[in-house]
């Protein structure tokens, strides 16, 4: 080969492999999501006010929080199924999530659950947080899977995907073993999904890629928020502890490498990507500052 041959080779191996490499990072979150849970303050305040805000900041999906359950009647802060549904189509939003309570799970409390996603429109229903007392025991995390199991089958019979979403607690050892890696072991995959919560994985000194790698396609939903630092882990303590965490921050504004996670996505089974601050000083801005970053991020 001469010269001029080489040199064309190497040209067009340069060209070849730097398109390669922009075809890698062409992804990009194309619907991005907002757990309401951020916006509790104002939405009580000005519930109108604040889904058009939400949509004004660039999201398309809620994930609704304010759940409650009085009398087998459910209403998300303090609103109908029907009334939510009206004022989320209004302002260009759907909510293809929910979070419900531990004691919502029981069979005729759940019944009316899946009444009221029916009427929302919701693809997945997610428990968030099991009560201390209903996990403790030596069998107490195997006791809650069988809980999770009984309320995906009821899910699915209904057509809807159910899910659980962690805290920081599942990754701290109880004789010998990650609580995480019960429940994943114990729960059905077609029956349970994870929501994976990657501020709290993170604040619990796990790599979230290892069990992309080792439960593929079991995490269709994942909570997105930033940590200035990695703060102390608590062995135990109430759900308020994020709201309560300085270290808390923005999307982008973090240490935690969305790029490199993000990246795996499609192995992890990624579809909705909620955004989620425990204690934002400003909520409004707070959520613009992660949907900003978000936009531009391509991975």
Known sequence: MDRRSFLGTITATTVMGRRFACAAETHKIDKLGLQLYTVRSEINKDFDGTLAKVAAAGYREVELAGFSIDSGKVTYFDRSPEDLKAALKNHGLRAPSTHVSYQALEPTNFAKVIEASKVLGHEYIVNPWIEENARQGADGWKRAAGTLNRAGEMSKKAGFQFAYHNHWFEYVPENGKMPYDILLEETDPKLVKM????????????????????????????????????????????????????????????????????????????????????????PFESIKASSQYLAQLRF
């Open 195 to 282: 929501e994976l919560d990657l501020c709290w994985i993170t604040v619990g000194r796990q790599d979230p890629l290892k069990y992309f790698d080792r439960y593929p396609g079991r995490f269709p939903l994942v909570h997105v928020k930033d940590l200035t630092k990695l703060p102390p882990a608590p062995t135990a303590g109430g759900q308020n502890y994020g709201d309560k965490l300085e270290e808390m921050t923005e999307v982008g504004s973090g240490i935690i490498d969305w790029k490199r996670i993000f990246a795996q996505s499609e192995k992890a089974g990624i579809k909705h990507y909620f955004v989620e601050h425990d204690n934002p000083k400003s």
